[in-house]
């Protein structure tokens, strides 16, 4: 999907500003949007660095009662995803706050699991995943640049903050997918699904969307799907039928 910076894109249900926000609508954004199971009980979200609330939309469109708590820290990228959000037909739903994931840790870090805090039934992201060292200095570098926020990072704070029968869903490079599934076992987490990607069938696959939950949780003893291959284009300029039908609640030419 080709990115316009200044154009809105209008989905089936909702349309999205991305002007100001350094993390536009792409492949990404809607894959793991779209892609992710939603839990049987799932009353509260936590969409993090949630741009211009992409994927923040997309979850209220396909969970009708729960309550999306999207936060970012680039005050830009939280103008314009309230804004997005004020003109969907799910605002009473949504909440965007200029905030980081660590502050919302601390708000659950030394309280006990049987505490009557309300926690999250689903963190989703799609994080940033590059880390060259190098000095982020443009709003797109930052938002692809691992800082503040990345999938270690989610990860490592993930058992405090999801419910019983919560999930923490995210995209990311391909090569990474062992090294955090085993970030993951370390940190009282366990790989539930996941799904290879690429974009064509002549190419390397290039992200893997992984979906975790808590070891001795409700449902701790469902065991975990193999890993597919989800492929977008057969050939240039054709979706997938799998691709297709993956997006088709979202993309109005789909």
């Not at 963190?123 to 443009?138: H, L, Y």
């Not at 419910?163 to 990474?176: K, M, N, P, Q, W």
């Not at 799904?195 to 002549?202: A, H, Q, S």
Request: aromatic fraction near 6%; include cysteine.
């Amino acid at each position: 999907m080709a990115r316009d910076k200044t154009r809105v894109f209008q989905m089936k249900q909702f349309s999205v500003s991305h002007a100001l926000s350094s993390n536009k609508v792409g492949v990404d954004g809607v894959l793991i949007g779209a892609w992710t199971t939603i839990p049987d009980i799932c009353h509260r979200v936590l969409d993090v660095g949630c741009g211009c609330g992409l994927i923040s939309l997309m979850l209220a469109q396909r969970i009708p009662d729960a309550e999306i708590l999207g936060i970012d820290i680039e005050p830009l990228a939280v103008k314009e995803a309230i804004s997005n959000c004020a003109n969907s037909p799910w605002t009473d739903r949504l909440d965007i706050q200029e905030i980081s994931i660590d502050t919302i840790y601390e708000r659950f870090n030394g309280i006990s699991d049987k505490s009557d805090v309300e926690r999250f039934d689903l963190i989703i992201s799609n994080p940033p995943f590059f880390n060259t060292g190098i000095d982020p200095s443009t709003c797109r570098t930052l938002a692809r640049h691992v800082g503040s926020l990345s999938p270690d990072k989610l990860i490592m704070v993930a058992d405090k903050m999801l419910s019983d029968h919560g999930r923490l869903s995210f995209i990311t490079v391909a090569e990474d997918f062992e090294r955090l599934c085993d970030l993951a076992s370390h940190n009282n987490l366990r790989l539930l699904e996941s799904m290879y990607v690429r974009g064509n069938p002549e190419r390397p696959l290039k992200r893997v969307m992984m979906t975790f939950i808590k070891k001795g949780s409700a449902n701790d003893n469902v065991p975990a799907q193999e890993s597919g291959i989800l492929t977008i284009e057969d050939k240039p300029g054709t979706y997938s039928e799998e691709y297709k039908q993956l997006c088709a609640p979202f993309y109005l030419k789909l």
